[in-house]
């Protein structure tokens, strides 16, 4: 029997990998998009990566959904076997209301998990974030892993931090409360970043933007750890196809990286161009905020890479990571080949 899935906000940067993923593996798959012209743009973008045997006039299909308003969400999960829940507002600059976030971010999961507990759909997968594990006071001497919950007392939390902390919590509490029988699973990714599959993408590729196009004098002391898209997308199919992995969180990342060593990769890719490599003083970095909102929104992070344990997704999905330094060149030259910077 062919299995059904519905893919909330479809058209995003990773949702697009994963739509693929799950026409290959058999899947008809239902995406979600904000407006239905949408689905003309998931459609092309996956049509070059799907196997030989996929016919995308059969196996995919569209619906419009919002993640702050109730229509639809029925009718999208009737007849759908697993719910793959990926729509959140990602920005890289935080707004000033942080409700902004967080509202349609928890109100747009409690929205979808009720509809499938509606419809009987009860395998879940959902899209949360390493913000829910790691918005804590910094660890130097080791890294975070899925036992650990962000803190929403720590008082250096963005908004974007609260909204996926926020949602994650209402998921698990949705199941725990309203419906013990679903089967959810939490994956939890760090930085993604690797090639779009077009050019509507999400805020991480603005970084590299950033980088490529020499944006900024100098480079802040901020980490990363960094994941590939590719292997994000992947995560969401295996887990879906393993139900063993249900009540778990899963942290998809590989090694962390300074923000300086993500310009000096591309830097040596691309030894013509003149990216900057040299660190900003916090004093200036203060003074850019003032005037750049997408430096503003890293200075709590200034001094602090993150490392997250990544041995769950290693031995529940058997997940062998892409380096991320591949992931960072392959962002790059997306970049650069469609002169985005």
Known sequence: MTNRVLITGASGYIAKHTVFRFLNAGYIVRGSVRRLERGDEVRSAVAPHVNSGVDLDQQLEFVALDLGADAGWDDALNDIDV?????????????????????PAVDG??????????NGVNRVVMTSSAAAITGAPARPNGSFDESDWTDLEFPELTPYVKSKTLAERAAWDFV??????MQLTVINPVFVLG???DSNYGSSIEVIERVVGAKDPAVPRVGFSVVDVGDIAEMHLRAAQRPETAG??????????????IAQV???????????????PKLLLRIMAIFDKEVAAILPALDRLDEVDNAKARSLLDMKFIDP???VRTAAAYVIDNNLA
């Open 176 to 181: 725990e409360n309203d419906a013990p029988g």
């Open 248 to 261: 778990e969180r899963i942290a998809g990342a590989t090694r962390g990286m300074w923000f300086s060593d």
């Open 83 to 103: 719910l793959v829940h990926m729509a959140s507002p990602f920005p890289i600059a935080q707004p000033k209301d942080e409700s902004e976030l967080i509202r």
């Open 109 to 118: 999961t409690l929205r979808a998990l009720r509809a499938a507990k509606a």
């Open 325 to 327: 330094t591949e992931s």
């Open 266 to 280: 591309v830097k040596d890719a691309y030894p013509d161009r003149k990216v900057v490599t040299r660190g900003a």
């Open 195 to 197: 090639a779009p599959l």
